[in-house]
């Protein structure tokens, strides 16, 4: 009963330069297809399932505003459309040229796994996937950040383009997901404490960034007269994911990084790689 306990906080941010093309075919935009088909469609199909199955979740999301206005764009959905159901095309030919049982269980695995991406993004997304973020914030599941405009670069963004910054995101997340955020993420730059005089006008009453340089505490105050609290990430925690001896990266089940004279499809064991368990 006395013992101490830990809390973590799981928030995904992302940014994507302006990539959208206007002609018929979707080329220059596949940085942007491979970023939501790999990351923010899973994402998505992770936390409606377990919506679905019960279970009490909650995460922080923050995208900014040059990625949100992609994700609304018309051209955009479509050309990332096509972009699935080639990704689905390609899976089946996969399956029909593998010859190991090995490499038909991959195909196999990648064909369904394709399937279901589609399956979610034409009947949950109806082609838009600000649809389900919508309907998860709504729900609770989802927390909306606000994220800068652009990423900021000490000595040229002065206080009045920072505020700027912010308000924009405020703007397009507000816009575009259907609430206001009042917690701001800031923590891919370095972020001057004088600064969080600039988020009392715009309501933001937190901020996530990085302000000790060796916290002992994630939970601190963002300024000296304590009205805007921040939370700082966990270097150590980031450390440990991505460590190669004990991280993720590092784990026996994860896949082997291709070379010469290793195959695409090897576990760091030596054995099949199985992406079931990694």
Known sequence: ESAAQGAVMIVFH????????????FRG?????????ESYLPLLMGLTDLVKQGHR??????LSPILLEQLADPVVQKHLWESITARLSAAKERLARAQSDHERYLAQFYLQQEMHALGYFEKTCKRNLLIPIRDLIAQGVIEPLVHTATYVVPG????????VQYEVGQLAAAFHCGRRPTVAWAADEPFDPTSASLLEPLGINGIIANI????ESAYVWANSDKTRWCIQPSRRLAQHLT????????????????????GIDSARSGAPYDPFYA
């Open 14 to 25: 992302g940014h994507v330069p302006f990539v959208r093309q206007p002609q018929r075919e």
């Open 29 to 37: 935009e596949e940085p942007l297809h491979r970023l939501i088909s």
């Open 57 to 62: 979740v909650k995460v922080g999301l923050a």
């Open 156 to 163: 040229i963004h002065d206080r009045g383009a920072l505020r």
């Open 212 to 215: 000790a340089p060796d916290p």
């Open 243 to 262: 460590w190669e001896e004990w991280g993720y990266p590092g784990d026996l089940v994860y896949r082997e990084p291709v070379s010469a004279d290793k």
